[in-house]
């Protein structure tokens, strides 16, 4: 089936720190990887998406490669601010499950001055 | 920017109660939603919805629940008879088609607690 497994948090950082958040999943079919963010007190916001193999989505400093052959899709940002205090989801959809989303369990960041 | 929104933030309500959670979704998506997250577990698919009816639900989404779109605008999750367990945030999403390139837009949430 479909699932995704994400690096537990908390993370905490200070500011201008490499920020990496690891997410790895499993897939029946050619999923549409994601990145959603969760600022506090909002509702989840799209960080960025990539569609197929080797593509690399990117948003606010933030970048992800689909990787198919480690089935991978890895957070980094090279210097967080306080402002990305947030949790991050990962997150696949499959056109072949109705494009439903499968979520990690998301990873809370704090960066700190 | 278009967005969909929840009400209410938060509702507490007692166990065996019948709750009603409430979203509107982007004007012109056509796909509708719910998710839960129990605290400190992963976000969970509940129901699809889609020309006014249900396409997929998961097994978490049995005889308790059920989904109506009763005016064109709002999208509602209606829980019968509330459990202990049901206290989770509970998520509205939409989307405007189907397919790889996909986005679904979430609100902002519902906090339901059960007690």
């Known amino acids: 089936g479909n699932s995704v497994t994400q690096m537990e948090g908390p993370v905490t950082l200070s500011e201008e720190a490499f920020l990496t958040i690891n997410c790895t999943y499993t897939a029946t079919g050619y999923p549409s990887l994601f990145w959603y963010v969760q600022y506090p007190g909002e509702g989840l916001q799209l960080l960025l998406k990539?569609?197929?193999?080797?593509d690399k989505g990117s948003n606010k400093g933030f970048e992800a490669t689909y990787r198919k052959e480690t089935t991978s899709f890895h957070l980094e940002k090279g210097s967080v601010q306080v402002s990305d205090s947030a949790v991050y989801f990962c997150?696949?959809?499959?056109?072949?499950?109705?494009?439903?989303?499968?979520f990690g369990t998301g990873t809370s960041l704090t960066v700190i001055p | 920017e278009p967005e969909v929104t929840q009400t209410p933030s938060h509702q507490v309500t007692q166990m065996g109660q019948e709750v009603i959670l409430r979203c509107v979704p982007i004007s012109n998506h056509l796909y509708f939603y719910w998710y839960r997250q129990i605290l400190g577990q992963k976000v969970e698919f509940l129901v699809s919805f889609y020309n006014n009816e249900i396409s997929e639900k998961s097994e978490i989404f049995d005889d308790q629940f059920s989904v109506e779109r009763p005016d064109g605008s709002n999208f509602t999750l209606k829980i019968r008879s509330t459990k202990l367990e049901d206290s989770a945030m509970y998520f509205c999403?939409?989307?405007?088609?189907?397919?790889?390139?996909?986005?679904?837009?979430f609100g902002q949430g519902t906090r339901l607690t059960v007690v």
């Open positions: 990539a569609t197929k193999a080797d």
């Open positions: 997150a696949l959809s499959d056109i072949n499950t109705g494009n439903q989303f499968y």
């Open positions: 999403a939409s989307s405007g088609d189907r397919g790889m390139n996909t986005e679904a837009f």
